[in-house]
């Protein structure tokens, strides 16, 4: 549960690093703290080392795809949502996310504003996580 007067963290994971960065800065916006993995290798090391509250995934990445971190994430037992993005998604990928529990699954381009309101809809729903006035 996340003190809803704690700002909680988002991991923004994308091996296209000007995505990354165009996602952090929205999301900041939105109220959230972010930080940036480049693949999803990475993305583990991340999340077992500090307070991630959310993930976004790109589904194709090098080394560790955004499944294979899914399928790290599900095994755990308070797992934090997480979404997992593509501009080459298939029904296929699209099962196994849906199988896995993934709290949204978005093919690209994503429009921003919708990004940061499936943000913060998975940390209301999850931690009842309110942004600031």
């Not at 800065?25 to 999340?47: C, F, H, M, P, Y």
């Not at 899914?70 to 308070?78: D, V």
């Not at 593509?86 to 849906?98: F, G, N, P, T």
Request: net charge neutral.
């Amino acid at each position: 549960m996340v003190d809803t007067g704690i700002t909680p963290t988002v991991l923004v994971t994308d091996d296209d690093a000007d995505f990354r960065g165009v996602v952090c800065e929205a999301l900041a916006r939105g109220g959230v703290r972010t930080k940036q993995a480049s693949d999803g290798d990475e993305a583990l090391r991340v999340i077992e080392r500090g307070s991630i509250h959310m993930v976004l995934l790109d589904v194709h990445m090098p080394r560790v795809t955004g499944l294979d971190v899914m399928r790290e994430l599900c095994k755990r037992p308070n797992a934090m949502p997480y979404v997992l993005m593509s501009a080459l998604m298939d029904e296929a990928i699209e099962r196994e996310a849906a199988r896995m529990r993934a709290y949204k699954i978005l093919r690209k381009p994503v429009r921003l504003a919708q990004l940061r309101e499936i943000v913060r809809g998975g940390l209301v729903d999850t931690y009842g996580w309110h942004p600031p006035e």
